[in-house]
Nanobody, 124 residues
Framework: QIQVVESGGGLVQPGGSLRLSCVAT????????ITWYRQAQGKERELVAR?????????????SYADSVKGRFAITRDNAASTAYLHMNNVRPDDTAAYYC????????????WGQGTQVTVPS
């Protein structure tokens, strides 16, 4: 059974740091792309960061970020631990959202799995 579980969310003061974790089991982790999304209350879900898989058209470990988090957030992965991370630094109130981990192979809908999300709150 494939499971994706996020953790690490919570309340963090502006300028602080937080590390979110995404553990995916029941699949060959290294062969999946990992994308973090977030959804603030009343807003649409938005892509935050992505890291590529082994075996795709793009070299493994290539990262990309939303403009709003560039220079502050970093996505990493530990394939041996089947875990991806989102390192959040210098957080701001507009980073407040539910953060979701998407484990997928490109755009193939047959290989697309989501976690339940973890809430990050940065008070103003």
């Amino acid at each position: 059974q494939i499971q994706v579980v996020e953790s690490g969310g919570g309340l963090v003061q502006p300028g602080g740091s937080l590390r979110l974790s995404c553990v995916a089991t029941g699949l060959t982790f290294y062969s999946y792309d990992i994308t973090w999304y977030r959804q603030a209350q009343g807003k649409e879900r938005e892509l935050v960061a992505r890291i590529t898989r082994t075996g795709g058209d793009v070299p493994p470990g290539v990262t990309s970020y939303a403009d709003s988090v560039k220079g502050r957030f970093a996505i990493t992965r530990d394939n041996a631990a089947s875990t991806a991370y989102l390192h959040m630094n210098n957080v701001r109130p507009d980073d407040t959202a539910a953060y979701y981990c998407n484990v997928h192979i490109g755009t193939d809908r047959g290989y697309n799995f989501w976690g339940q999300g973890t809430q990050v709150t940065v008070p103003s």
